[in-house]
């Protein structure tokens, strides 16, 4: 069983950072894409970044250079990297994985696999 767990959401001022993780545990496929996505109650999910099986990162303009995705393969946790923090980045944040890195930039199928969110809010 595949499990996905997020961590390091939190309440910050805007011009502030935050580094999420996300600890993943059972086996996912190697050539799977992994990235985050980001979804408030009423509102459309929004792809935030995603990293394939070669260490590729997109959309190659992931809020403007702000946040940095990253893995480490050997144990298995995947980062999101926060930077210049802004009112409207509030949201929560799901970390993914899937076959496609598609599904986890948006679209109406939800990807594979997803954790149970870590809330971020960024006040002015």
């Known amino acids: 069983q595949v499990t996905l767990v997020e961590s390091g959401g939190g309440s910050v001022t805007a011009g502030g950072s935050l580094n999420l993780s996300c600890a993943i545990s059972?086996?996912?496929?190697?050539?799977?894409?992994m990235g985050w996505f980001r979804q408030a109650p009423e509102k459309e999910r929004e792809g935030v970044s995603i990293?394939?099986?070669?260490?590729?990162?997109g959309p190659p303009d992931s809020d403007k250079g702000r946040f940095s995705i990253s893995k480490d393969s050997a144990k298995n946790i995947l980062f999101l990297q926060m930077n210049s923090l802004k009112p409207e980045d509030t949201d929560m944040y799901y970390c993914?994985?899937?076959?496609?890195?598609?599904?986890?930039?948006?679209?109406?199928?939800?990807?594979?696999?997803r954790g149970q969110g870590t809330q971020v809010t960024v006040s002015s």
């Open positions: 990293i394939d099986e070669y260490g590729d990162t």
């Open positions: 993914a994985a899937d076959a496609g890195c598609g599904r986890i930039l948006g679209g109406p199928i939800l990807p594979r696999y």
């Open positions: 059972g086996d996912i496929h190697p050539t799977y894409c």
